[in-house]
């Protein structure tokens, strides 16, 4: 397998309080991996360790073989910018933009040009049935609705990997089906490899490999 993300023995301390616990993961170009788990299990603390977001207190996470901790944290928030996506709970959309800006949005902070941006971002959210809602400012949307800008502003500038920390967590049951098939169609089409972090058996049935946790430890990888 080409991977794209490894960790070796991670531990994550707050404080005296251990998180995780000697967590060994592997993440393959275009693969859907899922990692379940209770409340306060340490899923949430792991993949902001994967994500290069928190650094951990011991152990080695590598990107394309690049250790994150060699990066200096200009180069670490370029590559976090331009080749990982990111999906949370509650969408964290920015209000005061359109909902072609949120998903035009990391390709802008890439330096590409607004009309293009936005022609990237429209296609993608046609693909997603928002091309009638290109101008609506987010605060107007239904929950399924941001949640697919959630999803096209994670996906627009084609990264390598995206995150999605409970994506269809705060959804009912028909919306969060709706959405998640329609986010990992996407992020196939596109060989974007996805860690889905999830407490719902349905989400994480959805992916290629499945991870579990518990007490901070990461049990080992098994097919769905």
């Not at 809602?133 to 949640?147: A, E, H, I, M, V």
């Not at 967590?169 to 709706?178: C, P, T, V």
């Amino acid at each position: 397998m080409d991977i794209i993300l490894r960790t070796e023995g991670v531990d994550l301390f707050y404080g005296e309080q251990q998180a995780v616990r000697s967590a060994d993961f592997s993440l393959a170009r275009g693969e859907v991996a899922a990692i379940t788990g209770s409340s306060g299990s340490g899923k949430s603390s792991l993949l902001y360790c994967l994500a290069g977001v928190l650094p951990p207190t011991r152990g080695s996470v590598s990107f394309d073989g690049v250790p994150f901790a060699s990066l200096p944290d200009p180069e670490l928030s370029a590559l976090r910018r331009e080749r990982i996506g990111f999906v949370f709970q509650y969408g964290e959309l920015l209000p005061e933009l359109t909902v072609e800006e949120n998903a035009a949005l990391p390709l802008r902070l890439a330096g590409v040009d607004k009309d293009r941006a936005h022609v990237i971002a429209a296609q993608l959210l046609g693909r997603l049935g928002l091309g009638d809602l290109l101008r609506r400012r987010t605060s107007k949307l239904s929950g399924g609705q941001s949640q697919r800008v959630a999803v096209a502003r994670a996906l627009v500038h084609r990264p390598d990997v995206v995150f999605a920390d409970e994506p269809t967590g705060a959804l009912d049951s028909a919306n969060a089906a709706q959405v998640l098939d329609e986010f990992l169609r996407l992020a196939r089409r596109q060989s974007t490899a996805v860690v889905i972090v999830t407490h719902d058996a349905d989400v994480a049935a959805k992916a290629d490999t499945r991870y579990t946790m518990s007490d901070g430890v990461l049990a080992q990888r098994v097919p769905v």
